[in-house]
């Protein structure tokens, strides 16, 4: 059974998981909001200026009033370098879906799987879903690397099954983990 906490604060080994505020908007309009490299394979075009990065930061924050909000800043040596969020919940399956993103300077340094792992240890421990799924683009590898090194099992490939902002259209494929399978890896680890 869910028993919904929001977004708490989760420190890792080099990472301060923490809610967004409204004044982080420059920095993330900067490290990452504005980078079509960084936003080719979400859902929303590369943010023209702060103030549509306010705009945004604005809505998640007033979604923290909920506590089924899950909406992390990842913060590294006090700098903003990304985000990691549950993107779907559904409480009556106990299941929730990963998303995330992180500024180019910070690809392929493990941040994100760090983070995704603490996620992933949180909300099997404290808010007691019984499976945290991933879903990333074919075309971007680097998000599946994520997924099997946070132990995620991959589950198949939709085809076609998502539409860009840019109108191409993406294989996606599923990885999933259920709270049984996370539970023998603590215990291992």
């Known amino acids: 059974m869910i028993t919904n906490k929001g977004t708490q604060t989760i420190k890792?080994?080099?990472?301060?998981?923490?809610k967004f505020t409204v004044d982080d908007a420059q920095a993330m309009f900067e490290n990452w909001a504005n980078d079509e490299r960084v936003t080719r394979y979400l859902t929303w075009f590369?943010?023209?200026?702060?103030?549509l990065t306010r705009q945004l930061l604005e809505s998640w924050c007033a979604a923290y009033d909920n506590l089924n909000t899950y909406n992390w800043a990842m913060e590294y040596k006090e700098t903003l370098i990304g985000n990691i969020s549950v993107v779907r919940?559904?409480?009556?399956?106990?299941y929730a879906e990963l998303?995330?993103?992180?500024?180019?300077?910070?690809?392929?340094?493990?941040f994100m799987s760090e983070a995704a792992r603490a996620v992933i240890?949180?909300?099997?421990?404290?808010i007691g879903v019984n499976r945290v799924g991933i879903s990333h683009?074919?075309?971007?590898?680097a998000s599946?690397?994520?997924a099997q090194k946070c132990?995620?099992?991959?589950?198949g490939t939709k085809r076609e099954y998502f539409k860009t902002t840019a109108g191409e259209f993406l294989d996606i494929s599923d990885y999933g983990i259920l709270r049984s399978e996370w539970s023998k890896m603590r215990k291992r680890n």
């Open 46 to 51: 590369p943010h023209e200026s702060p103030d």
């Open 151 to 155: 132990g995620l099992t991959f589950e």
């Open 12 to 18: 890792t080994e080099r990472l301060i998981l923490r």
């Open 99 to 110: 998303g995330y993103c992180i500024g180019y300077d910070y690809w392929n340094k493990g």
């Open 144 to 146: 599946g690397r994520v």
């Open 121 to 126: 240890d949180y909300l099997f421990a404290e």
């Open 89 to 94: 919940l559904n409480e009556s399956c106990e």
């Open 137 to 141: 683009a074919v075309k971007n590898p």
